[in-house]
């Protein structure tokens, strides 16, 4: 496969150097005029690249962002875990009710009676 690639780019190459384009005659104003216009290309170019560098920090700053978020996320959620736990742990069982601690006593003394 790559024997015919590379015969097909070397018969492309002689075929161009034995039939060459058209060869074109430019004024000096046309020659001005495609020299700034290859300039502004040019500059243009350097600042897409400049812009492109930037979306790409961008880009690595939001996906720090996401993921320093997504951990707090997770840190919440194990917080508000923890937080439940702890409601549960501190809340009254049912035999801890005072009213009924009143009523065994109660019940205690009428029963000596």
């Not at 015969?7 to 430019?26: C, E, G, M, R």
């Not at 880009?59 to 439940?84: A, R």
Request: charged share 25%.
């Amino acid at each position: 496969m790559e024997t015919i690639i590379k015969k097909l780019f070397i018969l492309s190459i002689v075929f161009s150097l034995i039939f060459p384009q058209k060869v074109y005659n430019f004024t000096e104003e046309e020659v001005k005029s495609l020299f700034s216009s290859i300039k502004e290309l040019e500059r243009q170019d350097s600042l897409n690249i400049e812009i492109q560098s930037k979306l790409e920090s961008q880009i690595k700053n939001y996906k720090l962002i996401t993921f320093n978020d997504s951990l707090m996320i997770f840190q919440l959620e194990n917080q508000l875990k923890l937080k439940d736990d702890l409601i549960r742990e501190v809340t009254p069982k049912w035999y801890e009710n005072k009213y009924l601690w009143f009523g065994y006593g109660a019940s205690i003394i009428w029963l000596i009676k």
